[in-house]
């Protein structure tokens, strides 16, 4: 059983559009991530919840929008897709409430493409 | 403030050693580190809570000094399999849920 997976794994659109990606964790962790790895492989946070409520949202375009149903849940929707959204996306979950102390699980990463 | 890791890239032959460090200009709390094979997903290695703390893995360890705000990861007689990219990963305060990861290191290990 996969730990934190996300779909889709790859994903190619044009500039513009609109896309989703999904993230879900089977772990019973309380605390979810949006990372994005960008061409030289540097990785930033984007987003973090807690029991599905928002805690960190790191200076992040508001064509970005996080979503958590659930605790288990964190999807992610971008609105007009720009050349520069081009990245790896990581979803990633860590147990208990604090962070600091805490490991993080990584979910395979979705490859977005925009052309 | 993204912390640095030194050396940016390593080549090393089976059995050989390597340190990988990580210098933050800020105060931290806690230092993860992680490995990244290309085209997967970071895979957590191990956490160093305490400064002076050393934790060992197999042959990878690290140690933390909070004093000079550093992480070094230790790996000895390397192989294959250590080949990837070591990230640490940093908390400034025991509850935040904001880790700030360093620039990378490119490890490769060949036979």
């Known amino acids: 059983d996969t730990a934190v997976s996300q779909t889709p794994k790859y994903l190619v659109t044009q500039m513009g559009n609109d896309k989703s990606i999904k993230c879900e964790q089977n772990?019973?962790?309380?605390?979810m991530y949006w990372y994005k790895q960008d061409s030289k492989k540097f990785l930033k946070i984007m987003f973090s919840?807690?029991?599905?409520?928002?805690?960190i949202n790191e200076t992040v375009p508001n064509r970005f929008s996080p979503k958590s149903p659930d605790k288990a849940h964190l999807n992610l929707h971008i609105n007009s897709l720009e050349l520069g959204d081009s990245a790896v996306y990581f979803c990633?979950?860590?147990?208990?409430?604090?962070?600091?102390?805490?490991?993080?699980?990584f979910g395979d990463g979705t490859r977005l493409s925009i052309l | 403030q993204q912390p640095v890791q030194s050396p940016q890239a390593v080549i090393l032959r089976e059995g050989e050693d390597a340190v990988i460090n990580c210098s933050s200009s800020?105060?931290?709390?806690?230092v993860h580190w992680y490995r990244q094979k290309h085209g997967e997903a970071p895979v957590f290695l191990m956490i160093?809570?305490?400064?002076?703390e050393q934790k060992g893995h197999d042959k990878i360890s690290a140690s933390f000094n909070e004093k000079k705000q550093q992480s070094s990861l230790y790996l000895t007689a390397s192989q294959l399999s250590y080949s990837g990219t070591y990230f640490c990963?940093?908390?400034?305060?025991?509850?935040?849920?904001?880790?700030?990861f360093g620039t990378g290191t490119r490890l490769k290990v060949l036979a």
């Open positions: 990633a979950s860590s147990p208990g409430m604090r962070g600091g102390n805490q490991p993080q699980h």
């Open positions: 772990l019973g962790h309380d605390t």
């Open positions: 919840y807690n029991n599905k409520e928002l805690i």
């Open positions: 800020k105060a931290l709390y806690s």
């Open positions: 160093l809570l305490k400064g002076g």
């Open positions: 990963g940093t908390a400034r305060t025991s509850g935040t849920y904001k880790y700030i």
